[in-house]
């Protein structure tokens, strides 16, 4: 192979026939490749590169990182266990198992296998649901956004709903509750103040205009101190004497209670429609622990009239989600086994001395990959639910700590910042969070600490903010 060549490019045509170069085409066909060689030639023109050897390692390279999945595991080390960017629950191996079975060939997604004929997709979770929430029918969508939206717009379009104010509540990425009842063509009817809502504003908002009553649990803030409003028991009442449907917005919908396992108390799901509640929603990748989905359950009669609209074909999961919530519900089934099984439940309930066993089997392997450059030790935090599940409480956990030996204060931002960068860079990136003047790496999430100790000791901390900065 020749080192030195003429400082003009060499033509594609000729490029091509070079072994390193076929050898590319065999592996990757000649699109990309032809795509990625005429880029390094320009690189070739522009002086970057002046021979064969470079250019096709640069024409590799290229490819390489096209091809390269921008969708990929994490270490989630943020303190947070349902997390909204990092893909919120983990699934169980029931879930992957049940994902596999149906993914590469056909299957009786809509097809009655009993009678021959064509079915319903919601047969494969329906069953389910009801058993699990004492509903009379459910139906499921994307995620729970979208079951509100299909609701509203089945049972109140072109109608007024009323809502207490304290409850217009916004979800996670600028997602208003107003907002997605103009989308499903109902009204606003607001009642009551942000803080106190009585049963005689309902009664007074309540006309022939009125298509439904709505209620929406405020899981991601909490308003204390001087307030008022009406539960779900007494908002029947009213909806009842009215001749009108009751709707709850659960959020993160929890089947069972999660006081029994040591956890804070959110709406149980079964509790809630035994309020006399008509139809409630719910996420199935929040506090249930399976995939993104929003789960519509209740009244029979309403549920058909929620299928029927034009909008459940365009909101409704595919087979890859149904199978994987499907095999998650069956979870439910014993209760005692379930805090092991779902992995989102497994990770809440972990206690603190867990958790710090996870943080002294990790501890050497963060030494060594932070070198001289940093102080590595170990201290308690607090994690979080995650998900706009109960803000308020926390839950004992123990994290690793990094802090910067810098004493200019610019300076060791910027090197917490770089530590954070580059514990992203590694093969499986770790996401921490920087908090008092530290980079926090929550080991709550870690089940595997050996495969995360494994990167550590492969790889090592090289820092450009390493000197003071002059006076």
Known sequence: MNNIFDTRPPAVDKALAWPGIRALIACHGRTLVVDALRAALQQWRDGTLQDEQTLVAEVQTSIEQLLAPTFKPVFNMTGTVIHTNLGRAPLPPEAFDAIAAVASGASNLEYDLDRGQRGDRDAHVENWICRLTGAEAATVVNNNAAAVLLVLNALALRREVIVSRGELIEIGGSFRLPDIMARAGCKLREVGSTNRTHAHDYADAISARTALLLKAHTSNYIVQGFTSSLSEAELADIARQNDLPLVVDLGSGSLIDMQRLGLPAEPVVREV???????????????????????????????????????????????????????????????????????????????????????????????????????????????????????????????????????????????????????RQLPVPVIGRIADDSLLMDCRCVEDPQALAAQWLNHRFTSRFDQEPAP
């Open 273 to 423: 429609l035994a309020q006399g509640v008509d139809v409630v929603t719910f996420s199935g990748d929040k506090l249930l622990g399976g995939p993104q989905a929003g789960i519509i359950a209740g009244r029979a009669d309403l549920i058909a009239r929620i299928r029927k609209s034009p909008l459940k074909r365009a909101l409704r999961c595919d087979k890859l989600t149904l199978a994987a919530l499907s095999a998650v519900l069956r979870l439910y089934a014993n209760p005692d086994t379930l805090a092991q099984r779902v992995p989102t439940l497994r990770l809440l309930s972990r206690t603190r001395p867990d958790i710090q066993k996870t943080v002294a089997a990790l501890l050497p392997a963060l030494t060594t990959w932070g070198g001289d450059a940093v102080v590595v030790d170990s201290c308690d935090v607090l994690s979080q639910i995650g998900s706009g599940s109960q803000p308020l409480d926390r839950l004992p956990s123990a994290a690793l700590r990094l802090r910067s030996q810098l004493t200019n204060k610019r300076a060791r931002s910027r090197q917490l910042r770089e530590l954070a960068e580059q514990l």
